[in-house]
T-cell receptor
């Protein structure tokens, strides 16, 4: 069974600190990796996507992917109280497979940034 | 991204009844999906809505319980049939365009079954 595991939360960091969110996946056929942010009562919002090994930076967010270790992470620098949300890791396979486009989600990590 | 709307945004329904949820996208998309998010849980894929053909259901979900239609490239419906309190969840549609791996979610439909 394809699984996506996220580090257990909740995670609490002070304002201005770096928040580190981790995710591992079991299916080596996974090719695309996403981080979604979900505020309470809202739908998931895509904040980062990564497809190749290494780092990808977008503003205060950095996604890191290591396919050999089947590991993807999200770093949030200079964390703000507005970053407080549930962060969902999701993976999917590439075109050509029966799993194309289907997202498998981790259980989510609740992040709280306190002033 | 795409502008995605869902109707209704929330509903309270009685056991044994059915509810149809609509998902509308502002432009043509290749793939549309339906997910369920049970209280305090993550998202689980129900099915892929295929344009002009029967939906493809994931393990544990069946057409009789969750019939899905997709008459064109911008619209899909999910019906939750013969509801029980266990069906109380948020139902979300998502969309994906050709050549783009990113997938975007609608605002969701919060369903409570009493």
């Amino acid at each position: 069974q394809k699984e996506v595991e996220q580090n257990s939360g909740p995670l609490s960091v002070p304002e201005g600190a770096i928040a580190s969110l981790n995710c591992t996946y079991s299916d080596r056929g996974s090719q695309s990796f996403f981080w979604y942010r979900q505020y309470s009562g809202k739908s998931p919002e895509l904040i980062m996507s990564i497809y190749s090994n290494g780092d990808k930076e977008d503003g205060r967010f950095t996604a890191q992917l290591n396919k050999a270790s089947q590991y993807v992470s999200l770093l949030i620098r200079d964390s703000q109280p507005s970053d407080s949300a549930t962060y969902l890791c999701a993976v999917t396979a590439n075109a050509g497979g029966t799993s194309y486009g289907k997202l498998t989600f981790g259980q989510g990590t609740i992040l709280t940034v306190h002033p | 991204s795409a502008v995605i709307s869902q109707k209704p945004s929330r509903d309270i329904c009685q056991r044994g009844t059915s509810l149809t949820i609509q998902c509308q996208v502002d432009s043509q998309v290749t793939m549309m999906f339906w997910y369920r998010q049970q209280p305090g849980q993550s998202l689980t894929l129900i099915a892929t809505a295929n344009q002009g053909s029967e939906a493809t259901y994931e393990s544990g979900f069946v057409i009789d319980k969750f019939p899905i239609s997709r008459p064109n490239l911008t619209f899909s419906t999910l019906t939750v049939s013969n509801m029980s309190p266990e069906d109380s969840s948020i139902y979300l549609c998502s969309v994906k365009r050709t050549g783009v791996d990113e997938q975007y979610f609608g605002p969701g439909t919060r369903l409570t079954v009493t």
